[in-house]
T-cell receptor, first 112, second 118 residues
Framework: DSGVTQTPKHLITATGQRVTLRCSPR?????VYWYQQSLDQGLQFLIQ???????AKGNILERFSAQQFPDLHSELNLSSLELGDSALYFC???????????FGSGTRLTVV | AQKITQTQPGMFVQEKEAVTLDCTYD???????LFWYKQPSSGEMIFLIY??????QNATEGRYSLNFQKARKSANLVISASQLGDSAMYFC???????????????FGTGTRLKVLA
């Protein structure tokens, strides 16, 4: 157990639907990062939150949004889902650069 | 543009032998971090090793070492005494310094799939 908890582990949903992915960071980590891993795009940075505030944004679609709550857990909301959104979504947390990220086990999203 | 290049899509190595996975990077930053992660078939991302751009010594963690050649912009991962459990996808990543503290987004390479043969 890495200490970063992601739920659910698997999600199958239909096109056009909306889903919420949840992440609880490792105890003491203030930063949460979201990544998308797809076969054609590899690992892509989506967004970072630090202590409740959005800190950096990557290749995140407008249909996607995220937030970090006061208890530091984070949610990634994906709406108007398309087949191409099928991917493994990772959450990671960190306290500083030297130790590297700690990744959660990921949520595998399948859009049918 | 900042970029990580892993030119070996797949590698084979005999059990108990050493293997080197290549990684080159491109950045104009003076301060950055380099990381290697392992992704087994189960999908989780496991942190292996870190090298800071100002670190003079190559990083080592158990059977993993990072061959850092700053002038050549390379950060190759060396796995010694390969084990069957080392079979996995390996990703090289770079973390440029963010404009504000606490911003450590990573840029990942495309990965190298390593297969250890018995």
């Amino acid at each position: 157990d890495s200490g970063v908890t992601q739920t659910p582990k698997h999600l199958i949903t239909a096109t056009g639907q909306r889903v919420t992915l949840r992440c609880s960071p490792r105890s003491g980590d203030l930063s949460v990062y979201w990544y998308q891993q797809s076969l054609d795009q590899g690992l892509q940075f989506l967004i970072q939150y630090y202590n409740g505030e959005e800190r950096a944004k990557g290749n995140i679609l407008e249909r996607f949004s995220a937030q970090q709550f006061p208890d530091l857990h984070s949610e990634l909301n994906l709406s108007s889902l398309e087949l191409g959104d099928s991917a493994l979504y990772f959450c990671a947390s960190s306290v500083g650069q030297g130790t590297g990220y700690t990744f959660g086990s990921g949520t595998r999203l399948t859009v049918v | 543009a900042q970029k990580i290049t892993q030119t070996q899509p797949g590698m084979f190595v005999q059990e108990k032998e050493a293997v080197t996975l290549d990684c080159t990077y491109d950045t104009s930053d003076q301060s950055y971090g380099l990381f290697w992660y392992k992704q087994p078939s189960s999908g989780e991302m496991i942190f292996l090793i870190y090298q800071g751009s100002y670190d003079e010594q190559n990083a080592t963690e158990g059977r993993y070492s990072l061959n850092f050649q700053k002038a050549r912009k390379s950060a190759n991962l060396v796995i010694s005494a390969s084990q069957l459990g080392d079979s996995a996808m390996y990703f090289c990543a770079m973390s440029p310094r963010g404009a504000t503290s606490g911003t450590y987004k990573y840029i990942f390479g495309t990965g190298t799939r390593l297969k250890v043969l018995a």
